[in-house]
Protein backbone atom coordinates (compact mmCIF):
# COMPACT_ATOMS: atom_id res chain seq x y z
CA UNK A 1 0.00 0.00 0.00
CA UNK A 2 1.26 3.73 -0.83
CA UNK A 3 0.58 6.06 1.22
CA UNK A 4 1.42 10.08 0.69
CA UNK A 5 1.31 13.62 2.10
CA UNK A 6 -1.44 15.86 1.14
CA UNK A 7 -1.86 19.75 1.64
CA UNK A 8 -5.18 21.03 3.65
CA UNK A 9 -6.92 24.43 2.07
CA UNK A 10 -4.59 26.26 4.80
CA UNK A 11 -1.42 24.98 3.01
CA UNK A 12 -0.68 23.04 6.18
CA UNK A 13 1.31 18.99 5.58
CA UNK A 14 -1.56 16.87 6.45
CA UNK A 15 -1.38 13.20 7.57
CA UNK A 16 0.02 10.51 5.11
CA UNK A 17 -3.02 8.82 3.90
CA UNK A 18 -3.49 6.10 1.78
CA UNK A 19 -3.63 6.53 -2.45
CA UNK A 20 -7.34 5.69 -1.94
CA UNK A 21 -8.34 8.20 0.17
CA UNK A 22 -10.44 10.75 -1.40
CA UNK A 23 -7.60 13.47 -0.29
CA UNK A 24 -5.29 12.41 -2.30
CA UNK A 25 -4.56 14.15 -5.97
CA UNK A 26 -4.46 11.13 -8.42
CA UNK A 27 -3.58 13.57 -11.39
CA UNK A 28 -1.42 11.14 -13.35
CA UNK A 29 1.18 13.40 -14.38
CA UNK A 30 0.93 13.80 -10.16
CA UNK A 31 1.13 9.99 -8.90
CA UNK A 32 4.17 9.43 -12.20
CA UNK A 33 6.59 12.62 -10.55
CA UNK A 34 5.74 11.20 -6.68
CA UNK A 35 6.17 7.45 -7.82
CA UNK A 36 9.30 8.23 -9.87
CA UNK A 37 11.11 10.45 -7.79
CA UNK A 38 10.56 8.79 -4.32
CA UNK A 39 8.34 11.32 -2.76
CA UNK A 40 6.51 8.50 -0.72
CA UNK A 41 9.37 8.48 2.19
CA UNK A 42 7.91 9.19 5.76
CA UNK A 43 11.17 10.63 6.37
CA UNK A 44 10.59 13.65 4.15
CA UNK A 45 7.04 14.18 5.90
CA UNK A 46 9.22 16.22 8.92
CA UNK A 47 10.89 18.50 6.02
CA UNK A 48 7.76 19.21 4.36
CA UNK A 49 6.21 19.89 7.99
CA UNK A 50 9.27 22.14 8.75
CA UNK A 51 8.76 24.11 5.40
CA UNK A 52 5.34 24.68 5.37
CA UNK A 53 5.62 26.20 8.61
CA UNK A 54 8.67 27.97 8.13
CA UNK A 55 8.69 29.62 4.86
CA UNK A 56 5.31 29.10 3.70
CA UNK A 57 2.72 29.58 6.41
CA UNK A 58 4.49 33.39 6.97
CA UNK A 59 4.10 34.11 3.34
CA UNK A 60 0.52 33.28 3.14
CA UNK A 61 0.12 35.08 6.61
CA UNK A 62 2.30 37.92 4.61
CA UNK A 63 0.12 38.52 1.32
CA UNK A 64 -3.44 37.69 3.08
CA UNK A 65 -2.37 41.01 5.44
CA UNK A 66 -1.03 42.84 2.18
CA UNK A 67 -4.43 42.17 0.53
CA UNK A 68 -6.34 43.56 3.37
CA UNK A 69 -4.35 46.44 3.97
CA UNK A 70 -5.05 46.92 -0.15
CA UNK A 71 -1.74 49.43 -0.78
CA UNK A 72 -0.68 47.92 -4.51
CA UNK A 73 3.31 48.19 -3.44
CA UNK A 74 2.68 46.18 -1.06
CA UNK A 75 1.19 43.58 -2.62
CA UNK A 76 3.56 43.29 -5.40
CA UNK A 77 6.13 43.33 -2.37
CA UNK A 78 4.67 40.40 -0.56
CA UNK A 79 3.64 38.27 -4.37
CA UNK A 80 7.14 38.81 -5.42
CA UNK A 81 9.05 37.61 -2.25
CA UNK A 82 6.31 33.97 -2.87
CA UNK A 83 7.21 33.69 -6.37
CA UNK A 84 10.88 33.93 -5.30
CA UNK A 85 10.36 30.72 -3.85
CA UNK A 86 9.55 28.77 -6.63
CA UNK A 87 13.15 29.73 -7.89
CA UNK A 88 15.03 26.79 -9.11
CA UNK A 89 17.65 26.73 -6.27
CA UNK A 90 15.01 26.64 -3.67
CA UNK A 91 13.96 23.88 -1.52
CA UNK A 92 10.53 22.09 -2.31
CA UNK A 93 9.50 24.54 -5.23
CA UNK A 94 6.63 22.43 -6.05
CA UNK A 95 5.37 22.45 -2.70
CA UNK A 96 6.05 26.28 -2.19
CA UNK A 97 3.77 26.66 -5.25
CA UNK A 98 1.13 24.29 -4.21
CA UNK A 99 0.40 25.31 -1.15
CA UNK A 100 0.42 29.28 -2.10
CA UNK A 101 -1.84 28.97 -5.19
CA UNK A 102 -4.00 26.75 -3.06
CA UNK A 103 -4.44 29.05 -0.04
CA UNK A 104 -4.36 32.11 -2.31
CA UNK A 105 -6.46 32.21 -5.77
CA UNK A 106 -5.73 34.05 -8.38
CA UNK A 107 -8.36 36.46 -8.66
CA UNK A 108 -7.84 38.54 -5.51
CA UNK A 109 -4.54 38.67 -6.93
CA UNK A 110 -5.62 39.79 -10.31
CA UNK A 111 -8.30 42.54 -9.11
CA UNK A 112 -5.01 44.24 -6.67
CA UNK A 113 -2.14 44.05 -8.50
CA UNK A 114 -3.20 42.58 -12.41
CA UNK A 115 -1.02 39.39 -11.83
CA UNK A 116 -1.80 35.56 -11.26
CA UNK A 117 0.37 32.44 -9.86
CA UNK A 118 2.13 31.20 -12.82
CA UNK A 119 1.67 28.16 -15.12
CA UNK A 120 3.04 25.39 -13.67
CA UNK A 121 5.23 24.56 -16.02
CA UNK A 122 7.07 27.54 -14.86
CA UNK A 123 8.28 26.73 -11.66
CA UNK A 124 11.40 26.05 -11.14
CA UNK A 125 12.66 27.60 -14.06
Known sequence: MHYALYLDEFGHVGPWVSRADRKFNDSIRGLKTIEVCGLFRRELAVLYKKHVKGSIEP???????????????????????????????????????????????????????????????????
Not at 70 to 87: K, M, N, P, T, Y
Open 59 to 125: QINAILRSLQGGVRADIEHEFRRACALFAPDMPFAALSYDALRHAIADAPLLAAIGQTWPEPARVGR
